[in-house]
């Protein structure tokens, strides 16, 4: 299957301060979502991002499907953005079926006040 | 709309022992999945649904069944529970390409 790979593993930044959490992939994909899990294990959709650029509030997300690659910037961060951010790509079709998503292993991000 | 939920949150199993983890959503989506999240990692596909009838397997189906008789419901079987099935389940479910809708997870122990 298609590799993902996050980076950085860990992030920890104080309250305020900006970041940007990295995805590469091995493959073409016709869909690309990263996702956010707050402490409590809930998974939160952020974005639906196979290409092009999105944003919403202090989160925005990049996705250049050429150079198979993904960013998400996160700015002015607050405690509340602590969690696990995913990246998580489906394959462009060569017999895959709809709906198989690849998750890479996450970025840690703390956020001290 | 109550979304996607789970039941039991928590379960422990002795070696052997079989389980039934539930899954509802109210929301009329076709597509339905079942995750498992290992401590560190990211999530892996057990098996996925695109309609009643219909369903098939992810990256890590063995030890694992699934059913979906109704567009609300899709449980997941374990038979003969093992330790390396110690870990998080999530359902979830979509519309079609973008998968938005968890449930807060099922925390299995198998010992």
């Known amino acids: 299957g298609i590799q993902v790979e996050q980076s950085p593993p860990d992030l920890i930044l104080q309250e305020g301060a900006n970041s940007t959490l990295r995805c590469n992939f091995s493959?073409?994909?016709?869909?690309l979502q990263w996702f956010h899990q707050n402490p409590w294990g809930q998974l939160i959709n952020l974005f639906y991002?196979?290409?092009g650029t999105k944003q919403n509030g202090r989160l925005s997300a990049t996705t250049v499907a050429t150079e198979r690659y993904s960013l998400l910037y996160i700015s002015s961060s607050q405690t509340t953005d602590s969690g696990v951010y995913f990246c998580?790509?489906?394959?462009?079709?060569?017999?895959?079926?709809?709906?198989?998503?690849?998750f890479g292993r996450g970025t840690q991000l703390t956020v001290w006040p | 709309n109550a979304g996607v939920t789970q039941t039991p949150k928590f379960r422990i199993l002795k070696i052997g022992q079989s389980m039934t983890l539930q899954c509802t959503q109210d929301?009329?989506?076709?597509?339905m999945y079942w995750y498992r999240q290992d401590p560190g990692m990211g999530l892996k596909l057990i098996y996925y649904?695109?309609?009643?009838?219909?369903?098939d397997k992810g990256e890590v189906p063995n030890g694992y069944n699934v059913s979906r008789s109704t567009t609300e419901d899709f449980p997941l079987r374990l038979e003969l529970a093992a330790p390396s099935q110690t870990s998080v389940y999530f359902c979830?479910?979509?519309?079609?390409?973008?998968?938005?809708?968890f449930g807060p997870g099922t925390r299995l122990t198998v010992l």
């Open positions: 991002i196979p290409s």
């Open positions: 998580a790509v489906e394959q462009a079709d060569r017999g895959s079926t709809l709906g198989r998503l690849y």
């Open positions: 493959d073409s994909v016709n869909n």
């Open positions: 929301m009329n989506h076709n597509y």
């Open positions: 979830a479910s979509s519309t079609r390409k973008e998968l938005r809708f």
């Open positions: 649904s695109v309609g009643a009838g219909i369903t």
